[in-house]
C-alpha cells in the first residue's frame, strides 16, 4: 500500500502532468502547436533530476520527439519497458475545465486524466520510489513516453523504426488495472459507389450512387456483420465491421455520381487486413452485383497477442494479484502503442488505472485509488525485477 507522502507524490505529479496542454488533434495542428513538446521537456527534466536517467530523443517531426530513458549503469541482456503517450485528444466540448486538474469526489477531472497520463504518473512514481530506495535490477528498465498515439501509433511506428527494441514492455493505458494480453487490430478504407449525375427533376435519366451505397449497408448490416460471428477470440470475441462516416451528392438537386462511407474493420490478431478486404469485396459484388464499388485502405493497426505462458505475462498477472488480486488477463477491442511494438516483436501487456468508458468524453477523469493501484503494481514489478528476470526464466 502506498503511504501518504506516496500518494500525494503522485496526485501531485499528475495533476501537473494534465496541466500542461499536449492536445493532438489531427497531425496538421499537432505538427503546427508541437503538441507533445512542452510534456516533452517536463519529463526529461524530472527524469534527469529526480532519477538521474539518461533521456534520449527520437523525433517524428520537428518538435514532436519521443523519450527513452533509462539509468546509465545498467548493463543487463534482458530489458522492459514501462510506456505511456503523450498526447491527448481534443478538448472541444468539454464540460469540465480540461487542464485544472480539479480534485474532487475522490476523481481527478481534466484532459488526459485517464487516457493515458494517469499512466504515465504511475510508472514514474514507482521509478522514483525505486531510486530512493537504490534498487538494482537483473533487466534493464526503461521509461519511454511516445507521441502520436491519438492519431494512429505514428510515434511508436516512428521509435521502432528508427531501432528502438526491448524484450518487452508495460505499454499504458486505462484499463482498469487489468493487464491485457491481447487487442483487436484496426483497418480503415473507404467503400465508393459510382453513379450517374443528372437533373434531379429527371432522376430516371441518371444513376444515384447513394441509392447503391444504400445497398451496400444493407448487405453489411443484414448479411455480413452476423456471419462474423463465426470467427471467435476467447479474450476479444469476433471481429467487427462498423459504418462511420456516408457523404456522397453535391446539391439537392443533382443525381449524385458518387458516394462514400468510411468503414471501421476491427481485426483479431494474425488476421491481415488485404485478405480480409478482398474477401468483404468478393462477397459484396456477388450480393449487389448491379452496382459498380471499388475499396481503398486508408489505415491499418496489427492487432496483439502476447502468450499467456511466458515469463513475462506470468511475472506481470503476478504483480497484478498480489496488489488488486487481478490474476486473470483480459483482452480490449481497441487499439494502442502496442501494435506497433508487438509488430516489433516486444511482448506487450496493456496496464493503467481508469476506465476506458472515461477516455475521451467531455468529462474525463481517473479515480485516484486506480492512481494508487497502479503505482502499487508498478512497484511491485520492480521490486520483483530485483532478484529475478522478469522476461526470461
Given at each position: 500500500m502506498l503511504n501518504t507522502d506516496q500518494k500525494t507524490h503522485?496526485?501531485?505529479?499528475?495533476?501537473?502532468?494534465?496541466?500542461?496542454?499536449?492536445?493532438?488533434?489531427?497531425?496538421?495542428?499537432?505538427?503546427?502547436?508541437?503538441?507533445?513538446s512542452a510534456v516533452a521537456d517536463f519529463l526529461e527534466q524530472w527524469l534527469t533530476s529526480r532519477l538521474g536517467m539518461t533521456v534520449s530523443r527520437v523525433p517524428l517531426s520537428p518538435g514532436r520527439d519521443n523519450l527513452v530513458a533509462h539509468w546509465p549503469d545498467q548493463a543487463a541482456a534482458r530489458s522492459f519497458a514501462l510506456q505511456a503517450h503523450m498526447d491527448t485528444v481534443s478538448v472541444r466540448g468539454m464540460t469540465v475545465e480540461p487542464f485544472a486538474a480539479e480534485v474532487r469526489e475522490g476523481r481527478m477531472w481534466g484532459r488526459g486524466t485517464?487516457?493515458?497520463?494517469?499512466?504515465?504518473?504511475?510508472?514514474?512514481s514507482a521509478l522514483r520510489a525505486a531510486r530512493e530506495r537504490d534498487w538494482r535490477f537483473v533487466d534493464k528498465v526503461y521509461f519511454v513516453a511516445t507521441v502520436a498515439e491519438e492519431t494512429g501509433c505514428k510515434g511508436s511506428s516512428a521509435l521502432t523504426a528508427a531501432g528502438f527494441g526491448v524484450d518487452?514492455?508495460?505499454?499504458?493505458?486505462?484499463?482498469?488495472c487489468t493487464a491485457v494480453t491481447a487487442h483487436k487490430g484496426t483497418s480503415w478504407s473507404r467503400l465508393t459507389t459510382a453513379g450517374r449525375s443528372c437533373h434531379a427533376s429527371m432522376p430516371q435519366h441518371g444513376h444515384n450512387a447513394i441509392y447503391a451505397m444504400a445497398k451496400a449497408v444493407r448487405f453489411i448490416e443484414d448479411r455480413f456483420i452476423p456471419g462474423l460471428s463465426a470467427r471467435q477470440h476467447p479474450l476479444l470475441g469476433s471481429?467487427?465491421?462498423?459504418?462511420?462516416?456516408?457523404?456522397?451528392?453535391?446539391?439537392?438537386?443533382?443525381?449524385?455520381?458518387?458516394?462514400?462511407?468510411?468503414?471501421?474493420?476491427?481485426?483479431?490478431?494474425?488476421?491481415?487486413?488485404?485478405?480480409?478486404?478482398?474477401?468483404?469485396?468478393?462477397?459484396?459484388?456477388?450480393?449487389?452485383?448491379?452496382?459498380?464499388?471499388?475499396i481503398e485502405n486508408i489505415h491499418n493497426q496489427p492487432g496483439v497477442e502476447t502468450p499467456i505462458d511466458t515469463p513475462w505475462v506470468r511475472n506481470v498477472l503476478a504483480?497484478?494479484?498480489?496488489?488488486?488480486?487481478?490474476?486473470?488477463?483480459?483482452?480490449?477491442t481497441y487499439y494502442t502503442d502496442a501494435g506497433p511494438f508487438h509488430a516489433a516483436g516486444i511482448q506487450c501487456v496493456v496496464?493503467?488505472?481508469?476506465?476506458?468508458?472515461?477516455?475521451?468524453?467531455?468529462?474525463?477523469?481517473?479515480?485516484?485509488?486506480?492512481?494508487?493501484?497502479?503505482?502499487?503494481?508498478?512497484?511491485?514489478?520492480?521490486?520483483?525485477?530485483?532478484t529475478r528476470s522478469l522476461v526470461a526464466d
Open positions: 503522485v496526485g501531485g505529479l499528475l495533476a501537473e502532468l494534465v496541466r500542461i496542454p499536449s492536445v493532438n488533434e489531427n497531425a496538421e495542428q499537432a505538427n503546427r502547436d508541437r503538441a507533445e485517464c487516457d493515458t497520463k494517469g499512466s504515465m504518473a504511475a510508472f514514474l518487452a514492455m508495460i505499454v499504458g493505458e486505462p484499463t482498469m471481429p467487427t465491421l462498423s459504418v462511420g462516416v456516408i457523404q456522397g451528392g453535391v446539391a439537392t438537386n443533382i443525381v449524385p455520381d458518387r458516394c462514400t462511407a468510411n468503414l471501421d474493420f476491427r481485426l483479431l490478431p494474425g488476421q491481415d487486413p488485404g485478405p480480409w478486404i478482398e474477401g468483404f469485396m468478393s462477397a459484396l459484388r456477388a450480393a449487389v452485383p448491379d452496382e459498380s464499388f471499388t504483480g497484478c494479484a498480489r496488489t488488486s488480486g487481478r490474476s486473470q488477463p483480459a483482452g480490449v496496464f493503467g488505472p481508469g476506465d476506458i468508458a472515461q477516455a475521451h468524453t467531455e468529462a474525463e477523469f481517473l479515480d485516484l485509488e486506480q492512481l494508487y493501484m497502479a503505482t502499487e503494481t508498478a512497484i511491485e514489478w520492480l521490486e520483483a525485477a530485483r
